[in-house]
């Protein structure tokens, strides 16, 4: 007999999935590297990166943990999941791409090394963006008549 553990294992598979487990992964490896340059975490460009990555990690795993345990409680009520993850991975990207480039300016090896993991971080999120924009465009083509 097989019993439902409530958990969809097949999205830690998924290409959304592995997205934002990557996304959260590079987020953290970022915020790392800020944190052991040699210039201080109060430097605004530091303290903007950090806060946008910090910003972009908790939503990669509030998303992931809603998909991941099957908890969809957006369904029942009035928003439209693949539109909301649209709207909160295009901002990220955006923010992402912006942190980035505020943390490439100083020119230091650890901020230069964080940048890539936000640009790393940036392409994930815009890639994600786009499969749930595609996603999103299906389903509102398959409801017309």
């Not at 943990?65 to 957006?74: A, Y």
């Not at 999120?125 to 398959?142: H, I, T």
Request: aromatic residues 14%; glycine residues 4%; hydrophobic residues 50%.
């Amino acid at each position: 007999m097989f019993s439902t553990s409530g958990y969809d294992r097949l999205y830690v598979r998924s290409t959304s999935g592995l997205a934002k487990l990557l996304c959260m992964l590079f987020a953290v490896a970022g915020i790392i590297c800020i944190a052991v340059s040699t210039a201080p975490v109060t430097n605004l460009r530091g303290l903007i990166y950090m806060c946008v990555m910090v910003f972009a990690c908790l939503g990669s795993a509030l998303v992931f943990l809603n998909n991941f345990c099957e908890i969809r409680r957006c369904r029942r009520h009035f928003c439209n999941t693949t539109r909301f993850e649209l709207y909160l991975h295009a901002t990220l990207a955006v923010l992402c791409f912006l942190a980035a480039s505020a943390a490439l300016t100083l020119a230091l090896v650890t901020y230069s090394i964080a940048a890539f993991f936000g640009y790393v971080a940036f392409c994930l999120y815009a890639l994600d963006a786009w499969c749930n924009y595609r996603r999103y465009r299906q389903r509102d083509m398959s409801t017309q008549t």
